[in-house]
């Protein structure tokens, strides 16, 4: 029995020591790496941590309503014929099919310091967080995002409108 536990405890050593050896050889420059400081964040400085954020924040559909009573933006990502069927009560729309087009107008109409929060066809749609990350590349300081999109307020029965209602 006790012969038994002590052969055991020896294999069980043995495996970990070849488990090591093998992490260590083929991350050998990770641990070198971590060992010289490398892997060390940079000092951040006074003017990063000043400066506006570099990712639109998520939103969830409570925050919404209230950045939209306060005067908040709600800007719809989707295509124009979607926007034209429905779309959020009060949003405006800058699709990310004709950025390139649209943008301009929308940097001169909106002033950089409105809080944003961009929106397209739910979880599943990249367009709204694009949207953001053109937006905060254009200088827009608070740039949020409604993940949920239209299907989300809709499905809460908040109002929409458009051609569709």
Excluded at 8 to 21: M, P, S, T
Excluded at 22 to 33: E, I, P, R
Excluded at 56 to 64: R, S, Y
Aim: a negative charge; one cysteine or more; hydrophobic letters at 45%.
């Amino acid at each position: 029995m006790l012969g038994d536990l002590k052969r055991i405890a020896l294999e069980a050593c043995v495996l970990i020591a070849f488990g090591a050896l093998f992490g260590l050889t083929l991350n050998h420059q990770l641990v070198m790496d971590a060992f010289s400081g490398r892997l060390v964040p940079a000092q951040s400085t006074t003017e990063e941590i000043s400066s506006p954020a570099t990712l639109p924040m998520p939103v969830l559909i409570d925050e919404v309503q209230r950045v939209m009573a306060s005067g908040g933006l709600i800007v719809d990502a989707r295509s124009p014929e979607l926007f034209a069927s429905e779309h959020i009560a009060g949003a405006v729309s800058l699709p990310m099919v004709e950025i390139e087009a649209e943008l301009p107008e929308f940097l001169g109409r909106v002033a950089r310091n409105r809080v944003i929060i961009t929106y397209c066809s739910g979880f599943g749609c990249p367009d709204s967080f694009d949207l953001g990350m053109t937006l905060i590349n254009s200088g827009y300081l608070d740039v949020r995002v409604f993940e949920g999109g239209f299907p989300e307020w809709r499905d809460a029965g908040l109002p929409v409108s458009g051609e569709g209602q």
